[in-house]
């Protein structure tokens, strides 16, 4: 390293010997910026099975013009979360791949860093799938695929409708050609199914937690009972008493009756894609017609986030890198997407998908709102999912006014309890 022999050699030895205490002291700014610079180093990335041979590809791409070598560490995609609570920080990850409604909790524990997106980052998505991973009014990950709900119509027993009074008219009509067929094969049993049922309810003018100033998700404003949705509740009952909507049957029941012909409507999801493409049916897949609202689905994503342990390996500016901005790449986005059976977050990469079941569920949920990723949502999905069992399960069923407002105020009690 010392090729220089001076008169001043021991000024010379002292200021090298500062340096290297400064290298070698565990975590210390120097050590991250040498690393960062493209010093020979690790970066380690946790993934899922389905994921992990596209990751390596794009990953050691990215890192062959940067010095590094990737490890791409296999994992069981539910427990990338939980582990990053117990690994060892020698082994930890500095880049993780998940889903966007762990960024909360994860946001909250320090488990991982915000990002700074630039603005032809940002123009690579739509808003609502970035807002997938914000959280507090800052960007924690990169999405990649999204997933929603579609209404998919064998359009060899029903046209697909033009509107919400056409789909409820030929659905009714379907529903009564048979006592074996359903108007709408939608699953809420056995507990209810908020997820599968996001659709009306957003319809009609609901929603979960509506947003503070700066845009962050509050959960002092709970959409669940607003006055909107309140005024159009009413249709729900209407719903319930000509039998368009029954909380009694549950996935296995939805799906049979479709495959069965006994529906000619299902509310479903990519992953029965495989199912939908050896049915022999003739089908198109849309969103939900507009009812009062544009009946948008929940939106799942899944993205990749960096980890708090990326700064202390001296890997923290080169992790975003790879997060905030190779992964964001059309190329990228496309074949993480494809391997996961999952529509693609990027909007160019999304007109590229060759998948003509795959591309019609994108299309369907267009618009769609995120899951609420704040930790408080885990008071919401048991109230919820009641309201609606109770509200559609027929004879004697709960006022949808009354079900949905007992409903909210459990929420807010149950958040104010903590």
Not at 165 to 182: I, T, V
Request: net charge positive.
């Amino acid at each position: 390293m010392l090729n220089k022999q001076t008169a001043r050699i021991g000024t010379v030895l002292l200021a090298l010997v500062a340096v290297a205490l400064l290298v070698l002291a565990p975590g210390a700014p120097a050590a991250r910026d040498s690393a960062d610079r493209g010093a020979a180093t690790t970066l380690r990335i946790w993934t899922d099975k389905d994921r992990r041979a596209d990751i390596e590809r794009i990953a050691n791409a990215w890192a062959s013009s940067r010095g590094v070598e990737v490890v791409v560490v296999q994992k069981e995609f539910g427990d990338i979360r939980d582990g990053l609570k117990t690994v060892a920080p020698e082994s930890a990850p500095d880049v993780v791949i998940g889903a966007h409604d762990w960024t909360g909790q994860l946001a909250a524990d320090g488990s991982i860093v915000s990002l700074n997106f630039k603005k032809s980052v940002k123009k690579l998505f739509p808003k609502y799938a970035l807002d997938a991973f914000s959280y507090g009014g800052r960007q924690y990950g990169t999405p990649v695929a999204l997933e929603n709900v579609g209404l998919v119509v064998n359009t060899r027993l029903a046209a697909v409708p033009k509107s919400w009074a056409d789909f409820e008219k030929r659905a009714l009509a379907f529903k009564a050609k048979s006592p074996d067929n359903l108007a709408i094969a939608v699953p809420q049993a056995p507990a209810g199914d908020t997820y599968h049922m996001y659709p009306f309810f957003s319809g009609l003018g609901g929603y979960i937690f509506g947003k503070a100033k700066n845009g962050a998700l509050s959960a002092q404003k709970i959409g669940v009972a607003n006055k909107t949705f309140l005024k159009n509740a009413s249709l729900i009952d209407k719903w319930n008493r000509e039998g368009l909507i029954n909380s009694k049957i549950n996935y296995d029941v939805a799906k049979s009756a479709f495959l069965k012909g006994n529906a000619a409507y299902w509310i479903t999801g990519p992953w029965e894609a495989d199912t939908l493409k050896t049915s022999g049916f003739s089908f198109r897949i849309v969103q939900l017609p507009k009812i009062k609202f544009r009946s948008v689905p929940f939106l799942g994503v899944q993205g990749f986030m960096v980890t708090r342990f990326a700064a202390g390996h001296g890997v923290g500016s080169l992790a975003k890198d790879l997060v905030g901005a190779y992964i964001a790449r059309t190329a990228s986005q496309k074949a993480l997407a494809a391997a996961n059976g999952r529509f693609p977050a990027n909007l160019a990469a999304g007109k590229q998908v060759n998948d003509n079941v795959l591309a019609q569920f994108g299309r369907a949920g267009k618009g769609g709102v995120p899951m609420p990723n704040i930790p408080q949502m885990a008071s919401v999905w048991e109230e919820t999912n009641a309201a609606w069992l109770k509200a559609t399960k027929g004879a004697g069923a709960t006022p949808a006014r009354t079900a949905f407002a007992t409903a909210a105020r459990n929420i807010a009690n149950k958040i104010a309890s903590g």
